[in-house]
């Protein structure tokens, strides 16, 4: 191990300003009471399949996944979403179109249907499942309109967000038809369209949208996940970054290993063919905090791990995920959406 490229280094920690916009009791909560679990942890299994691309990711559109791949993220849980339907995106779209110019003005009611310097499109995202039981995912998009053209082309991104569910098989059993689920929420774009667009589904749907965020230990599992993905080239470092509770100020600690090495690493502790377990993840994490402290001193174990980034995919503790790599754009979505669920339940 000792080829690996290390590098510490100590900042400022740059406190988030995710905002809890969208939490509040909706009679969906309610009836969701049943199957909710009574551990305030994260259960996680012992053991997972290692990422694989499915057979319903050839039907993906490419160029869609190309616009969501490398873009930042903001994760979010989501309640079933009451009486929607797909047949009515359309209509959707002209509503949503209205509400928003009309939240612009402050309050100044508009016709729907009127001309605005917005336009907000709903489109399937074909593929993007895990079995074909999922629900359909979809995109929401706000795009600027073009004031110097009368064929009104269509201008910049302003704002994304896509709803999915990939192997949402345990939430799926527990509602009824009248209920869509796609508990993972991911937006790009201000927060104060993020707010907007949760306030209009939340009245349209009666669901409740909850910021995601990610612990130290289902980051560690990431990690192993990601690492352990077989990759026909790597396109980026594998980083660690823990933050170091002190005073005055919090101070963030950032390891970097070459990718090679890190998969080298993982195989050496690797014995399950085809899963990852709790132990072999523990064990990883635990070869990473003794070959720093080999060199540095510092005890990682008494940190606290907040971001962990690969060629697959890169997520923070504030709920932040890029993914990186098409060919387990699945895979990263699974795990995100087995996080969302926990959450909901």
């Not at 009471?33 to 551990?39: D, I, T, W």
């Not at 100020?249 to 195989?267: G, T």
């Not at 174990?301 to 754009?329: M, Q, W």
Request: with cysteine; glycine share 4%; aromatic share 12%.
């Amino acid at each position: 191990m000792d080829p690996y490229d290390l590098q510490g280094s100590a900042s400022r920690r740059r406190t988030s300003n995710l905002k809890d916009y969208f939490v509040g009791a909706t009679p969906l909560q309610k009836r969701l009471e049943s199957v909710r679990r009574q551990s305030s942890f994260f259960p996680s299994p012992p053991r997972r399949k290692i990422l694989q691309c499915t057979q319903l990711q050839e039907e993906i559109d490419p160029q869609k996944v190309a616009f969501l791949l490398h873009k930042q993220w903001t994760v979010y849980s989501l309640t079933p979403l009451y009486k929607f339907s797909y047949t009515n995106l359309k209509e959707y779209s002209r509503l949503l179109s209205a509400f928003i110019a009309a939240e612009k003005q402050k309050g100044l009611a508009v016709e729907v249907g009127e001309d605005f310097n917005i336009k907000v499109v709903f489109s399937t995202l074909v593929g993007v499942k895990g079995t074909q039981r999922d629900p359909e995912a979809f995109l929401v998009q706000i795009l600027s309109k073009s004031q110097s053209s009368r064929e009104h082309r269509e201008g910049r991104v302003l704002w994304t967000g896509w709803f999915c569910c990939v192997f949402g098989e345990s939430l799926l059993g527990t509602v009824s038809e009248d209920f869509t689920c796609l508990p993972l929420f991911l937006a790009n774009g201000a927060e104060s369209n993020t707010s907007l667009i949760g306030g209009w589904f939340q009245k349209t749907f009666d669901c409740c949208f909850s910021p995601l965020t990610i612990s130290a230990f289902n980051l560690s599992w990431m990690a192993a996940m990601w690492t352990a993905c077989k990759m026909d080239h790597y396109v980026a470092t594998t980083e660690f970054f823990w933050s170091v509770p002190c005073h005055p100020q919090s101070l963030d600690i950032s390891y970097a290993i070459h990718p090679e090495d890190a998969k080298a690493l993982w195989d050496s502790v690797h014995k399950t063919s085809g899963e990852i377990t709790q132990e072999e993840v523990d064990l990883f994490m635990d070869c990473l905090y003794s070959h720093f402290h080999r060199h540095f001193k510092i005890h990682l174990s008494a940190t606290r791990l907040v971001r962990v980034s690969t060629s697959v995919a890169s997520a923070h503790t504030d709920g932040k995920i890029k993914i990186l790599c098409h060919k387990y754009f699945i895979g990263v979505l699974a795990y995100m959406t087995e996080l969302a669920i926990f959450q909901i339940e």
